[in-house]
C-alpha cells in the first residue's frame, strides 16, 4: 500500500473584510516552493471574503480549510483556533501571515528554512533586522512601531527588534508546550505575548530579515484600544513573569 503523503506546513491567515485581497494572497501562497497547506480564519466578514476562499477550497482541494467564526473576536483568539487546529492534526511547523500582502509569500521560504533547516523554534520575519524594512508607510506610523519595539524590549528584555511582528514560523513543539488558553491577548500585544512565553521558556528564537509593505487594498484594523492594550499589556505581563510562572507544566 502507498503511503499517505502529508504536508508539513500550515499557514494560518485571519480575515475580517478582505474580499481585495485573500484570493490573489492564496493563489500565491500555493505556489509556494515547500510543502503546505491554508487554514484561513475568518471573523464573520460581511464582504464576500468568504465566499471566495469557499471558491479556492473547490479548486485546491485538501490543501485550503476555512474556519468561521460568528463575529469578530480579535486577532489573537484567531491565531488560537488555529494553533489547537493544526496541533490536533499533523502539522510541523505552523505559521502567522496576513491576509493584506504586507507580508510576501515568497518571503515564507526563508521562515521555513530558518525552522526546518537551521532548527530554530521561532522564526520572525522582522522588519528591523539589518535596518528598516518598510515599503510604503507614513512616517509617523515608522516612528510608532520603532517606539513599540524599543519599549518592549525595555520592558521585557527580550532581545528581538521587532517584536510585534506578525509573520512567523513556530514549530509544533513550541504550540504543543505554550499554555495558548492562558493567552490574554487579542490585538497586536498578542504577537508580543507569544514571544515572550518562548523566551522564557527558553526556546530557540531568530530574526529573519524580510520586506514589509503597507496594505494596497482594504482597510487597517489598527486601533486605539489595541494600541492601549500593547502600551499597558507589557507591563502587566512583565509583572507576571517576575511574581507569577509563565507555562509551569
Given at each position: ?8 506546513s ?15 494572497l ?30 479556492l ?21 484567531a ?33 521555513y528554512?530558518?525552522c ?6 521561532v522564526?520572525?520575519?522582522?522588519r ?11 512616517f ?8 513599540a ?25 513550541v ?5 495558548l ?24 528564537m ?9 496594505r ?11 494600541i492601549?492594550?500593547?502600551?499597558f ?8 513573569s ?8
Amino acid at each position: 500500500m502507498q503511503e499517505i503523503q502529508f504536508n508539513d506546513s500550515l499557514i494560518i491567515i485571519p480575515t475580517f473584510n478582505e474580499v481585495d485581497n485573500i484570493g490573489r494572497l492564496l493563489r500565491e501562497v500555493m505556489n509556494v516552493e515547500f510543502p503546505l497547506d491554508v487554514l484561513v480564519v475568518d471573523d464573520a466578514s460581511s464582504d464576500g471574503t468568504v465566499q471566495a476562499v469557499r471558491a479556492l477550497i473547490v479548486e485546491f482541494e485538501d490543501r485550503i480549510t476555512l474556519i468561521q467564526r460568528p463575529e469578530k473576536l480579535g486577532l489573537g483568539t484567531a491565531y488560537i483556533a488555529g494553533f489547537k487546529w493544526a496541533l490536533s492534526r499533523h502539522y510541523s511547523y505552523i505559521f502567522e501571515m496576513d491576509a493584506d500582502f504586507s507580508h510576501r509569500p515568497e518571503e515564507l521560504v526563508k521562515l521555513y528554512n530558518a525552522c526546518h533547516v537551521d532548527e530554530f523554534d521561532v522564526a520572525i520575519g522582522s522588519r528591523y533586522k539589518k535596518g528598516i524594512r518598510v515599503v510604503n508607510w507614513p512616517f509617523g506610523r515608522i516612528i510608532l512601531s520603532l517606539g513599540a519595539s524599543w519599549y518592549v524590549r525595555l520592558i521585557t528584555g527580550m532581545p528581538v527588534s521587532d517584536p510585534t511582528a506578525g509573520f512567523i514560523c513556530y514549530r509544533r513543539r513550541v504550540l504543543s508546550y505554550i499554555k495558548l488558553d492562558e493567552i490574554k491577548f487579542i490585538g497586536y500585544a498578542f504577537q508580543i505575548e507569544m514571544k515572550f512565553r518562548a523566551y522564557q521558556i527558553g526556546f530557540r528564537m531568530v530574526e529573519v530579515p524580510i520586506v514589509f509593505f503597507d496594505r494596497e487594498r482594504g482597510v487597517s484594523k489598527l486601533s486605539k484600544g489595541i494600541i492601549k492594550e500593547a502600551i499597558f499589556g507589557v507591563i502587566k505581563m512583565k509583572f507576571n513573569s517576575l511574581f507569577g510562572k509563565f507555562n509551569e507544566n
